[in-house]
């Protein structure tokens, strides 16, 4: 099974910016979509956006504007610029990859990553 690992986390101020990042440890058919999830304390998991190898993408409703996905390193390197970050966006972001992209049901997503925490403070 394909391993990822995030970074980039952690705290900023409402407006701020940061960058995450998500380590495959091969790219292969397994992790032809890819994409972020999160999830606040309370809610239920969230699909913020996903990118396939031929670089379609998708965003969540919530971020479109603000967030941008990309992919590189042959593919097996995920990104997720967030600008204009809002308290709303504050919950742990986590990395997802499978054979290919369709919408945000977590189910259909067979990798995760640990985690990686976002908090934005007003």
């Known amino acids: 099974q394909v391993q990822l690992v995030e970074s980039g986390g952690g705290s900023v101020q409402a407006g701020g910016s940061l960058r995450l990042s998500c380590a495959a440890s091969?790219?292969?058919?397994?992790?032809?979509?890819m994409g972020w999830f999160r999830q606040a304390p309370g809610e239920e998991r969230e699909g913020v956006a996903t990118?396939?190898?031929?670089?379609?993408?998708t965003y969540a409703d919530s971020v479109a504007g603000r967030f941008t996905i990309s992919r590189a390193n042959a593919k097996s390197t995920l990104y997720l610029q967030m600008n204009s970050l809002k308290p709303e966006d504050t919950a742990m972001y986590y990395c997802?990859?499978?054979?290919?992209?369709?919408?945000?049901?977590?189910?259909?997503?067979?990798?995760w990553g640990q985690g990686t925490q976002v908090t934005v403070s007003s």
């Open positions: 997802v990859a499978d054979f290919f992209c369709s919408d945000f049901d977590p189910t259909r997503f067979r990798s």
């Open positions: 091969r790219y292969t058919s397994s992790t032809y979509c």
């Open positions: 990118i396939d190898g031929g670089g379609s993408t």
